[in-house]
């Protein structure tokens, strides 16, 4: 092995520091909008391999870059077994897998510059603060009025066109990941369709985020929602002067996804904006670490306490997944009962048809969320790749 050839890496691979959590130097490698976070010792061998040269070579010049001698066994087993082969020249790239399948792009990086250029603007401190400020006074004032009006159930045409906004909300805040991407100069895609374990979902491809400071990475993960937030304001404005029920519906099923997508359990936004915020990057295995530990300091006197930083991250995700958990089991319970009713009680067939149809979104819903959470729980309970 020691002479002969060592892979050689990709002109086009970036290997560049991670802004991680203080005390962890690891370095993200990026290619193919495939980013990947490796330990010191692994980006050194990588940056060597960029040469071509044996195995003995690689080895030698790897041992000079770190202060360590580092053997041609080591370099050939970590080259041939644990790093893809994707980094390499003459390797067949292999597509790439992750949780949503059936990808289509259906805009291009290039289609929405033009829009991104100018959406970026909106990512300044005093525009977030009157935007959310704005955001959480109509809100109140929507829910006031909302639960002041007489019930009543809902007809067909108002469910389609209260769906036909909330996914117009969809695509707000997909651009406000790109327009983030955007706004600080990371490499980033357009926008498609694909299906994620078991919902039909539009994506934005934001990859180049992994090479951003952690603080800028967090605006990315938020950058949906905070458009989105923009868009729910305009709604409710809306909603005060119209008074109509589509809007008000369109409102409620945006607050569940904005919620939904928040939520640290599931590799949604609420996901990475907690690992970029702590610096983590594989936080469910992070997590999993932290629980273990303090399940055997309370059980085994010889264990260390893990760090009052850690418990502290243990306890927030523990709290939010409860709280968000707890408000998606009310809001579904409550919502198919009272479709069912309004379906048993209504007085037209227009009625009756809005009230089933309503009922049938929000247990088609419930069903694919209860998957979705099996799925999480069995990714969770693994080693999983974190990838954007």
């Not at 603060?129 to 009006?149: K, M, T």
């Not at 991250?313 to 579904?332: E, K, Q, R, T």
């Not at 067939?349 to 979705?372: D, Y």
Request: with cysteine.
């Amino acid at each position: 092995m020691h002479h002969s050839l060592a892979p050689r890496l990709r002109t086009d691979v970036a290997v560049r520091p991670f802004d991680g959590r203080e005390g962890d130097c690891r370095f993200v490698v990026a290619v193919d909008d495939r980013h990947f976070v490796v330990t010191a010792a692994v980006a050194a061998v990588l940056e060597e391999s960029r040469e071509p040269g044996t195995f003995a070579s690689l080895a030698q010049r790897a041992s000079a870059r770190l202060g360590v001698r580092v053997s041609p066994e080591q370099v050939g087993q970590l080259l041939r077994e644990q790093v893809p082969a994707i980094l390499f020249h003459a390797a067949e790239s292999q597509a790439m897998r992750g949780p949503v399948w059936f990808r289509q792009r259906i805009l291009s990086g290039s289609r929405l510059e033009v829009l991104l250029k100018w959406a970026a603007r909106l990512f300044s401190i005093r525009l977030a603060i009157a935007l959310v400020a704005g955001f959480v006074l109509v809100d109140v004032w929507v829910a006031s009025r909302a639960f002041d009006a007489p019930t009543t159930s809902p007809v067909a045409r108002d469910i389609v066109a209260a769906f036909a906004l909330t996914l117009a909300g969809v695509v707000v805040h997909e651009l406000g990941h790109l327009a983030a991407c955007r706004r600080f100069g990371a490499r980033h895609g357009g926008m498609g369709v694909g299906v994620y374990w078991c919902f039909p979902t539009l994506y934005a491809e934001v990859h180049g985020a992994w090479l951003l400071p952690r603080l800028q990475r967090a605006v990315v993960d938020v950058g949906g929602v905070y458009f989105q937030s923009g868009y729910v304001l305009a709604l409710g404005a809306t909603y005060l002067a119209t008074g109509a029920d589509a809007v008000l519906g369109a409102i409620a099923w945006s607050h569940l996804l904005m919620l939904h997508t928040l939520n640290p359990v599931l590799k949604f936004d609420g996901y990475w904006l907690l690992a970029d915020l702590t610096g983590a990057h594989n936080l469910h295995r992070w997590i999993r670490s932290i629980a273990q530990r303090a399940w055997q300091a309370a059980t085994m006197e010889s264990q260390p306490i893990p760090s009052r930083h850690e418990m502290a991250l243990l306890l927030a995700f523990v709290a939010i997944a409860f709280v968000y958990f707890a408000y998606l089991l009310a809001m579904l319970g409550n919502s198919i009962a009272a479709a069912a009713a309004g379906a048993l009680h209504s007085l037209s067939a227009a009625q009756a048809l809005g009230s089933s149809a309503l009922l049938t979104i929000w247990l088609v819903m419930a069903v694919g969320l209860a998957l979705l959470l099996a799925r999480s729980l069995t990714v969770f309970a693994r080693e999983s790749p974190d990838d954007r």
